[in-house]
């Protein structure tokens, strides 16, 4: 017997102005940390609340895709630091003049500083062969995966902990590091620690890197390039 749907509905009225409120601060002061990461440890069950927030993350298919896999031991997270280092140099050599500058003025050292990374992965075998809602669109499953990375991240900045979202190093060292299996997919890894002070504005804007571009900009209307009345 399929249960009665009221029994099945919850309640979907808006927050009050307070909760709304709180929820577009959190969105809108949310920041990438690098180097501001204090080194006392967070707290266990902080660490679960952050953890249950990215696994409330919508899925395609209900396929939850995510694994997290937490490293807080300095052996680790030194051979990681040494993985990155590698890729970053090369990423530094990729740009030129000026750029190349401010690219190596930028102060990355998260992995060593904060006191507990999440390497976040996707395993895209999971739910089979064939998933709801993945079946014309195969990067669904990823998709899913970045949805539980920002939750994350926002109930980090809920929590005052700050998250830096590193994506310079080559898969397969990280891989081989952590003991991951070849059909699992890297998405993310997140360094996080409490931070007492964060950018005004996102630090690649502050340091002249790039603007935020403006969203009527970004908008269209019933087809590409249509402007939208919202603005």
Same mark, same amino acid.
């Given at each position: 017997?399929?249960? $009665?749907?009221?029994?099945?509905?919850?309640?979907?009225? +808006?927050?009050?102005? $307070?909760?709304?409120?709180?929820?577009?601060?959190?969105?809108?002061?949310?920041? !990438? &940390?690098?180097?501001?990461?204090?080194?006392?440890?967070? %707290?266990?069950?902080?660490? *679960?609340?952050?953890?249950?927030?990215?696994?409330?993350? %919508?899925? @395609?298919?209900?396929?939850?895709?995510?694994?997290?896999?937490?490293?807080?031991?300095?052996? #680790?997270? !030194? /051979?990681?630091?040494?993985?990155?280092?590698?890729?970053?140099?090369?990423?530094?050599?990729?740009?030129?003049?000026?750029?190349?500058?401010?690219?190596?003025?930028?102060?990355?050292?998260?992995?060593? /500083? *904060?006191?507990?990374?999440?390497? @976040?992965?996707? $395993?895209?075998?999971?739910?089979? +062969?064939?998933?709801?809602?993945?079946?014309?669109?195969?990067?669904? !499953?990823?998709?899913?995966? @970045?949805?539980? &990375?920002?939750?994350?991240?926002? #109930?980090?900045? #809920?929590? =005052?902990? =700050?998250?830096?979202? &590193?994506?310079?190093?080559?898969?397969?060292?990280?891989? +081989?590091?952590?003991?991951? %299996?070849?059909?699992?997919?890297? &998405?993310?890894?997140?360094?996080?620690?409490?931070?007492?002070?964060?950018?005004?504005?996102?630090?690649?804007?502050?340091? =002249?890197?790039?603007?935020?571009?403006?969203? /009527?900009?970004?908008?269209?209307?019933? =087809?590409?390039?249509?402007?939208?009345?919202?603005?």
């Amino acid at each position: 017997m399929l249960p $009665d749907q009221n029994s099945c509905l919850a309640a979907a009225q +808006a927050f009050s102005p $307070d909760e709304r409120a709180a929820v577009y601060r959190a969105i809108e002061t949310r920041r !990438d &940390v690098r180097d501001e990461f204090l080194p006392a440890p967070l %707290p266990e069950e902080l660490i *679960a609340r952050l953890l249950a927030a990215a696994h409330q993350a %919508p899925s @395609v298919g209900f396929m939850q895709p995510w694994n997290f896999v937490l490293v807080r031991r300095d052996e #680790a997270r !030194d /051979k990681i630091w040494h993985a990155f280092q590698r890729a970053n140099e090369e990423a530094a050599q990729m740009f030129s003049g000026e750029r190349q500058a401010k690219y190596r003025s930028l102060k990355l050292e998260g992995i060593r /500083k *904060a006191p507990l990374s999440i390497c @976040v992965t996707c $395993d895209r075998t999971r739910g089979g +062969a064939v998933v709801l809602g993945r079946t014309h669109n195969p990067q669904m !499953d990823v998709y899913s995966t @970045v949805c539980a &990375v920002q939750n994350l991240w926002l #109930a980090a900045r #809920a929590e =005052g902990v =700050g998250v830096g979202w &590193v994506s310079i190093f080559h898969e397969s060292e990280i891989k +081989a590091i952590l003991g991951i %299996p070849e059909h699992i997919q890297i &998405v993310a890894w997140l360094c996080l620690g409490f931070v007492d002070k964060l950018y005004r504005e996102p630090e690649l804007a502050a340091k =002249g890197w790039r603007e935020r571009l403006p969203l /009527k900009d970004l908008v269209f209307e019933e =087809g590409w390039g249509v402007a939208s009345s919202t603005f």
